[in-house]
């Protein structure tokens, strides 16, 4: 399967500022990229969906303003929690696909976020 | 709309088996299952597309009753590496094309003991 690297694994913050969290497919050409928000013992609950040179399709109640996602190439994505508050703290992951149906989600580590 | 899991958690000894259950209300392109253990991203096991073709582990059955919209997962004779939260990821059928969207269940959690 692809391997999917996420950095930083952990961050720490001050509230009010942003975070930039890189995901990252190593060996993969991701067409899609998936950014997952999880909550302790929560399920995945999926932010967004960034397809390579096109803007994010963001789901319902996700603040496109307040999570900015850009997929500039196949293997690189980025999301940035502007402005992050305490309840942003979370487990952020990324996952890489083909974008076609049925294929595989490759899971990179996931990033800790903490907002202070 | 979120699948619903079944059973919440499972505790089991090694060697025992289990089945997770997976049910969504929406007609289903293919079930994606994943396990996750504490603090780390959701590990790939298998795939069940409609049609009936499958992806996956070789110690790892699952089944996808397309009509009734639900899948299960049966792991045998269960060693203590199976533990952790067991997801299914449900994606939609949209005029029989998708996008590789998936929704997460709530997951199982499951307890392996010596």
């Known amino acids: 399967g692809a391997v999917v690297s996420q950095h930083p694994s952990r961050v720490i913050c001050k509230s009010g500022t942003s975070v930039k969290i890189e995901c990252r497919s190593l060996?993969?050409?991701?067409?899609?990229m998936f950014w997952y928000r999880q909550f302790p013992k929560k399920s995945l609950m999926l932010m967004a969906t960034?397809?390579?040179?096109?803007?994010?399709?963001?789901e319902q109640g996700v603040e496109k303003d307040k999570f900015l996602i850009n997929h500039a190439s196949l293997t690189l994505s980025t999301l940035t929690v502007t402005s992050a508050h305490p309840e942003d703290s979370s487990f952020y992951i990324c996952?890489?696909?083909?974008?076609?149906?049925?294929?595989?989600?490759?899971f990179g580590p996931g990033t800790r976020l903490t907002v202070l | 709309q979120q699948p619903v899991q079944s059973p919440q958690a499972v505790i089991l000894r090694e060697g025992e088996d289990a089945v997770i259950n997976c049910s969504s209300s929406k007609a289903l392109y293919s079930v994606h299952w994943y396990r996750q253990k504490h603090g780390e991203a959701p590990v790939f096991l298998m795939i069940?597309?409609?049609?009936?073709e499958q992806k996956g582990h070789d110690k790892i059955s699952a089944s996808f009753n397309e009509k009734k919209q639900q899948s299960s997962l049966y792991l045998t004779a269960s060693q203590l590496s199976y533990s952790g939260t067991y997801f299914c990821g449900t994606e939609m059928s949209a005029g029989g094309t998708s996008y590789g969207k998936l929704t997460f269940g709530q997951g199982t959690i499951l307890t392996v003991h010596p």
């Open positions: 069940l597309l409609k049609g009936g």
């Open positions: 996952s890489v696909t083909s974008g076609r149906g049925g294929d595989t989600q490759y």
């Open positions: 060996d993969f050409q991701a067409t899609t």
């Open positions: 960034s397809n390579e040179g096109s803007k994010a399709t963001y």
